[in-house]
């Protein structure tokens, strides 16, 4: 698939080229926003079309970055949809990019939670709970046995910290745990992803940074360069993963019309990033 001339692999040589070692992988070629204001395809891989030798030749690429992680589709996808067919479909796609992980041997596998219903019905958001303890314990099987990590990422309205706390707590496994969307933190809820990290410290998988303001208009922007970023505190965010003893990888979830201007905005966002962390040392 390719995105504004790019297939992925030639994406991967740019990003290794701009000198970056860690890379986030999502199997899907509809993430929908991509392109911000205007919706195009991603430069990814759709998992049902690619062929063994196609994983293979991406596997190859990937193996020069040290850390890699595989985030789940997100279109269309909840695993915690009363639609029985839905969430079937859902867990079959997420074991499918689990597997994948595996094939490209990265170390962690991010999943979007599973999400209720906005005004259902009562009782919809402890079934959602109780179906993403279910998914969760499977995948954290399946992690088990295969030395990877799995992570269910926060998605601002849902869940908030005491929820992700539970799912982790029912799941019961030191390779499951929570994949930190700092830029969501700020969407709904608990307005603080220092607190989140030192409440959840210990579960986290890996982390999403991205610039954050807030608009009287719109509420929350989020997926930005960090420069624009007036809500968090990138040194104690950075001291607090630190104290924790994160060692995951750190991903800048940016939104761009092409390749080099994302990997312009990740540039500069490490920047910020390395500045911070000499603040907070």
């Given amino acids: 698939m390719r995105s504004n001339g790019y297939s992925l692999p030639e994406a991967l040589d740019l990003g290794y080229d701009a000198g970056f070692r860690t890379v986030e992988v999502v199997p899907t070629t509809i993430q929908g926003n991509t392109g911000y204001p205007t919706t195009g395809f991603s430069v990814g891989i759709d998992l049902d079309e690619a062929t063994p030798q196609e994983i293979d030749e991406l596997a190859a690429s990937l193996a020069r970055f040290p850390r890699r992680n595989v985030h789940s589709m997100s279109r269309d996808i909840n695993i915690a949809s009363r639609n029985a067919g839905i969430a079937r479909e859902s867990v079959r796609q997420f074991m499918q990019c689990a597997q994948f992980a595996v094939d490209i041997a990265a170390q962690s596998v991010t999943f979007h939670i599973g999400l209720p219903n906005l005004g259902e ?11 993403n303890i279910e998914f969760g314990k499977r995948i954290a099987e399946f992690a088990e046995n295969h030395n990877l990590k799995a992570g269910y990422e926060n998605l601002g309205g849902f869940p908030n910290i005491s929820q ?5 707590d029912r799941v019961g496994s030191p390779r499951f745990g929570c994949h930190l969307d700092v830029g969501h933190v700020w969407l709904a809820g608990d307005k603080d992803p220092v607190r989140w990290v030192n409440e959840l410290g210990p579960h986290l998988v890996a982390v999403h940074v991205h610039g954050t303001y807030h608009r009287p208009d719109r509420g929350f922007e989020n997926h930005q360069s960090l420069e624009l970023d007036d809500c968090t505190d990138f040194p104690a965010l950075l001291a607090a993963l630190n104290a924790c003893g994160f060692d995951g990888p750190m991903i800048l ?3 761009a019309k092409d390749i080099p201007t994302y990997l312009q905005m990740c540039q500069r966002s490490r920047d910020i990033l390395l500045k911070a962390g000499e603040v907070s040392a």
């Fill in 121 to 131: 019905q009562i009782g919809d958001e402890q079934f959602v709970i109780e179906r």
């Fill in 164 to 168: 992700m706390q539970e799912i982790i």
């Fill in 253 to 255: 979830e940016l939104l």
